[in-house]
């Protein structure tokens, strides 16, 4: 069955550094979705990307599809305490059903 | 305001106890999904709905089961052979396409069995 990846596992990071967590997928995509869970929480859908090598931004999230359809990146420029919380992208190849990757868990170092 | 119920929000059983999971939406959406949650990990889905009186198995249905009568309401009955059900429950729902605003999750029930 499809398989996403993502990696780093776990991401520290110092208040006001950029930083990167990444998506890969065993299978060529239709669209990918990201979402953020907040401690104790439950995830909250952020976007979507369709088209090969989009780039969407909201704030300070940038988020890539690659051209092949089969990763995506999410960039955070000057994190701050609010970004905290495990970022989960959720790649979709046919119909409905989403594969969600294992997330990356951010703490932000004040 | 449209949103999706789960209740409740802990709940805890015996070993060898049936348990059934409530999920209710007024958003409404066409498809609802379960996924279990453990800890430190993402979210695996159990049985999703496109529709009223249809349901799929989703990767990891051994010991779950669902039912769709009604558009709003989807409830997840954890059966006594789930080998390990304390986990965190979450319900979400989308439109039919299903991807151009995502889907959105309830509040989760945490599980535990005892």
């Known amino acids: 069955g499809q398989q996403v990846m993502q990696i780093p596992q776990y991401q520290h990071v110092q208040e006001g550094e950029d930083f990167t967590t990444y998506c890969n997928s065993s299978?060529?995509?239709?669209?990918i979705q990201w979402y953020k869970q907040r401690p104790g929480g439950h995830p909250v859908f952020l976007i979507q990307l369709v088209k090969s090598g989009e780039v969407k931004k909201q704030k300070r999230l940038t988020f890539q599809f690659g051209e092949a359809k089969k990763n995506s990146s999410l960039h955070i420029t000057a994190t701050q305490t609010t970004d905290v919380g495990t970022y989960f992208c959720a790649a979709q190849a046919a119909g409905n059903k989403l594969t969600f990757g294992g997330g990356t868990r951010v703490l932000v170092k004040p | 305001d449209g949103g999706i119920t789960q209740s409740p929000k802990y709940l805890f059983r015996k070993e060898g106890q049936n348990v059934t999971l409530s999920c209710e939406q007024n958003l409404n959406h066409d498809a609802m999904y379960w996924y279990r949650q453990d800890p430190g990990q993402g979210l695996r889905l159990i049985y999703y709905?496109?529709?009223?009186?249809?349901?799929q198995k989703g990767d990891i249905a051994e010991g779950y089961s669902v039912s769709r009568e009604k558009k709003e309401s989807f409830p997840l009955t954890v059966t006594s052979a789930q080998k390990n059900p304390t986990a965190f429950y979450l319900c979400?729902?989308?439109?039919?396409?299903?991807?151009?605003?995502?889907?959105?999750f309830g509040p989760g029930t945490r599980l535990t069995v005892l």
């Open positions: 979400a729902s989308s439109t039919r396409s299903g991807v151009d605003r995502g889907q959105f």
């Open positions: 299978t060529t995509l239709s669209n």
């Open positions: 709905s496109q529709i009223v009186n249809d349901f």
